[in-house]
C-alpha cells in the first residue's frame, strides 16, 4: 500500500464515447497522487482501441488498462481493487465527470472527519456530460440502518480509506445492484459513511441505463433486502417504502 495515493477503478465496457473525456476528469485533477485502473471488460465496440490510442497520444505512467473477459461490472471493480497500490480507493464510471478539485477536497474532508468510508454530493447530466441543474444533497453521516431506507451515496463520488477497511472486504457482491450491496457492507460493521454535501461529480444519465428503468432499480433493492441482507419480508417492505419516496424526490 502507498500512503495517500488515490487508487481510481473504473469498469469499461462499450464506453467509446465516453471514456476519453472521463479520464480526462481524472486527468485535470489538482491532487496527484493517483493511479486509474481502466478495467477493460471485455468490450464489444471500439473502446479498446480508443484507450490504446488515448494512452499513446498522451503517455501517463499513473493510468493502467487492465483487460479482462467480459464479467460485469462487479467482476470488474474487483478485478481493478486485485491490481489497487494506494492507500485510497476511489469509483468512478466510465461515463461519469469528476471536478477538478473532487479529491483534493475529498480527501482533506477525510482526514478532517477521520472517515474511513466518504461519500460526495453529485449533479445529474445529460448525455452530453452537462449538468442538468439537479443536483443531490447528500446527509452529513449515513449509518447501517439509514442505508437500508437511502438512495444517495453514488458509486462515481465514494472513497475508501483501507488503513481503516480491510482491502478484501471491499470486494463487491456478485448481485446485481453491486455497489449498493457494498455499500451494506461495510456499515454493516458498524462503520458510518461521511458525506461531504458539495457537488464534484457529474452523473451522465444515458438512455438505457439502469438509472432509466425504474421497474429493474425497485426489483434490485427488494432483491437485495431479501437475499444480500435477509431481512424479513415486513422489515423489507418497511426499508422499501422509504427508499422509493427517496429515489422518486431525487429524480423530480
Known amino acids: 500500500m502507498t500512503e495517500n495515493k488515490v487508487s481510481i477503478i473504473v469498469p469499461v ?37 480508443v484507450m490504446a490510442d488515448m494512452l499513446k497520444k498522451e503517455p501517463d505512467e499513473r493510468i493502467q488498462i487492465l483487460p479482462k473477459e467480459n464479467g460485469g461490472a462487479a467482476r470488474a471493480r474487483n478485478y481493478g481493487l486485485s ?28 482526514g478532517e472527519k477521520s472517515a474511513a468510508f466518504c461519500f460526495t454530493g453529485y449533479e445529474f447530466a445529460d448525455e452530453n456530460g452537462k449538468g442538468t441543474g439537479k443536483v443531490v444533497k ?5 449509518n447501517y440502518k439509514q442505508a437500508l431506507q437511502n438512495t444517495t451515496i453514488f458509486t462515481s463520488t465514494v472513497i475508501f480509506d483501507t488503513r481503516k477497511i480491510p482491502k478484501e472486504n ?26 461531504l454535501n458539495e457537488n464534484l461529480v457529474r452523473y451522465r444519465r444515458v438512455g438505457g441505463s439502469l438509472s432509466s428503468n425504474k ?15 435477509k431481512l424479513s419480508i415486513p422489515y423489507s417492505a418497511y426499508n422499501f417504502f422509504f427508499w422509493a419516496i427517496r429515489a422518486v424526490r431525487r429524480r423530480l
Open 138 to 142: 447528500v446527509p452529513e453521516t449515513i
Open 215 to 229: 421497474l429493474e432499480a425497485l426489483r434490485r433493492i427488494w432483491n437485495l433486502y431479501r437475499k444480500s441482507e
Open 83 to 110: 491490481h489497487a497500490t494506494g492507500q485510497y480507493i476511489a469509483y468512478i464510471d466510465a461515463d461519469d465527470l469528476w471536478s477538478n478539485d473532487k479529491l483534493e477536497k475529498q480527501l482533506a474532508f477525510m
Open 13 to 49: 465496457y462499450n464506453a467509446e464515447k465516453y471514456i476519453e473525456e472521463t479520464v480526462a476528469s481524472v486527468k485535470a485533477q489538482t491532487y496527484k497522487n493517483w493511479e486509474l485502473l481502466l478495467v477493460e471488460d471485455g468490450s464489444t465496440d471500439n473502446t479498446a482501441q
Open 170 to 195: 471491499l470486494e463487491m457482491p456478485i448481485i446485481k445492484s453491486e455497489d449498493t450491496a457494498l455499500w451494506f457492507k461495510v456499515l454493516r460493521t458498524g462503520i458510518i459513511a461521511c458525506g
